[in-house]
């Protein structure tokens, strides 16, 4: 079983900044890639920032030289810095996590949601 688990979501001021942090835990061989998503209300779910195991990552055009996504290996964790926000960047903040739960054998699972609110 696997559990993957975000924390760090709230309610911050425009050009304020927040960290996102989610942890994998229970039967992992290995991770393949961990990344953030998020959905707006009536917006379907787009993706924020993604990292693989070999440390590549992706953004958003939206999220560049803003946000930053980074990951502690040991600790199963990866994290987004969140900078400059803005009140579009307003969602409901998913983690993904893409594993090795047997030998050859990759799943993703996906975290319960952490709401970000930008607002004066």
């Known amino acids: 079983q696997v559990q993957v688990v975000e924390s760090g979501g709230g309610l911050v001021q425009p050009g304020g900044s927040l960290r996102l942090s989610c942890a994998a835990s229970?039967?992992?061989?290995?991770?393949?890639?961990m990344g953030w998503y998020r959905q707006a209300p009536g917006e379907q779910r787009e993706l924020v920032a993604h990292?693989?195991?070999?440390?590549?990552?992706t953004y958003a055009d939206s999220v560049k030289g803003r946000f930053t996504i980074s990951r502690d290996n040991a600790k199963r964790t990866v994290y987004l810095q969140m900078n400059s926000l803005k009140p579009e960047d307003t969602a409901v903040y998913y983690c993904?996590?893409?594993?090795?739960?047997?030998?050859?054998?990759?799943?993703?699972?996906w975290g319960q949601g952490t709401q970000v609110t930008v607002s004066s």
């Open positions: 993904n996590a893409d594993l090795f739960v047997r030998l050859l054998v990759r799943s993703e699972y």
């Open positions: 990292i693989t195991n070999r440390g590549v990552t």
């Open positions: 229970g039967s992992i061989l290995s991770i393949y890639a």
